[in-house]
């Protein structure tokens, strides 16, 4: 399954860019679609996530400036991105996870660079 991640850039701080991520629309759902970050010798960690029902999670540090949405008709994800700061500097991946046959499945995007100058 090859999810298609496309948006980042470079921007200056204080900016917005956007991210979109689409899935196969015969994905399996319910899932949860959202976006992952990693820096370069870092972990990669949670930005946000959506499921199907709705439910949305953010990391503490992108509250309040990043917003994601998703139409699970068309198994697509956006995350809007504002008042970018430097720190929001990585490669962002695009996740869905879903379970198929009683098992957690993680599919990811290929990576989109942020750049956030000072």
Do not use: H
Not at 8 to 22: E, I, M, N, T, Y
Not at 97 to 102: E, L, N
């Amino acid at each position: 399954v090859q999810l298609q991640a496309s948006g980042g850039g470079a921007v200056q701080a204080g900016g917005s860019l956007r991210l979109s991520c689409a899935a196969p629309k015969n994905i399996s759902s319910p899932n949860t679609m959202g976006w992952y970050r990693q820096g370069p010798g870092k972990e990669r960690d949670l930005v946000a996530r959506q499921s199907t029902g709705g439910v949305i999670k953010y990391a503490d540090s992108v509250k309040g400036r990043f917003t994601i949405s998703r139409d699970n008709g068309e198994n697509t994800a956006f995350l809007e991105m504002n008042r970018l700061k430097p720190e929001d500097t990585d490669v962002y991946y695009c996740n869905l996870v879903t379970a198929i046959d009683g098992r957690w499945e993680y599919y990811w995007g290929q990576g989109t660079q942020v750049t956030v100058s000072s």
